[in-house]
């Protein structure tokens, strides 16, 4: 089988010609554990805004402290290294990698605030 089909006028028409590009996305529960650790950062008054890209070999969830400057961190997700270093990582504003794993929770531990004790 083909992927060209002859159209009503005689030309050749690709079969994916109307359909969106692939493109890399995070699933609900990566989402999930991801918006989590976000409304924690806000509340503790460290981040501000979010932006989520979603690209043909990554997707993207970038946190900014304000809207106009750079990302503090990325959280990305490449599939295409999902069987090497792990699938997911977390960038951050100067574009080292902080962490990298098979495992989104352990990977976004980086990002967590250790606990303060109270007196």
């Known amino acids: 089988m083909s992927d060209i089909e002859p159209s009503s006028s005689g030309a050749v028409v690709p079969l994916n010609a109307g359909a969106p590009p692939q493109r890399t996305a995070f699933d609900r529960r990566d989402l999930e554990v991801i918006l989590r650790l976000y409304g924690r950062m806000v509340a503790a008054g460290e981040w501000r805004d979010y932006a989520i890209e979603f690209l043909k070999d990554k997707a993207v969830f970038a946190v ?3 809207a106009s400057e750079m990302p503090l961190y990325r ?8 069987d090497k270093q792990g699938a997911y990582s977390v960038v951050n504003a100067a574009g080292l990698v902080l962490k990298r ?3 989104l929770p352990r990977v976004l531990a980086v990002l967590e605030k250790p606990l303060k004790v109270v007196q």
């Open 101 to 103: 794993g098979h495992e």
């Open 64 to 66: 900014f402290r304000r």
């Open 75 to 82: 959280i990305e997700v490449c599939p295409k290294l999902k």
